[in-house]
């Protein structure tokens, strides 16, 4: 099974959850059924939201810094400089 089929399945087998239990064939309290099914979808997207953030944070913060690709860009950059110069160009 691809890793694209796992998420369609785990997805299909979301939303068929929740659409089990919004439409009450599961019967829950009637607290629960009115105040907390109903946010179920909104507090899967904050909590996506959170961990899509928290996941970018992290892998800023840990991001190594790459002083020889630095080094090898700006040679890059001064050797094109020169070429467009050697080419009549104006920088």
Known sequence: MTRATEAYTFGAI???TYMVLYLGIIPL???VQEKVIPVLPWWALVAF???CLSN???????????PEAYTELMGEI???KSELRSKGMQL
């Not at 970018?56 to 790459?66: L, P, V």
């Open 56 to 66: 970018i944070g992290s892998a800023m913060y840990t991001f190594r810094d790459c």
């Open 49 to 51: 939201g959170s961990y």
């Open 14 to 16: 979301l939303i068929a």
């Open 78 to 80: 001064t050797q094109a």
């Open 29 to 31: 309290p009637e607290t």
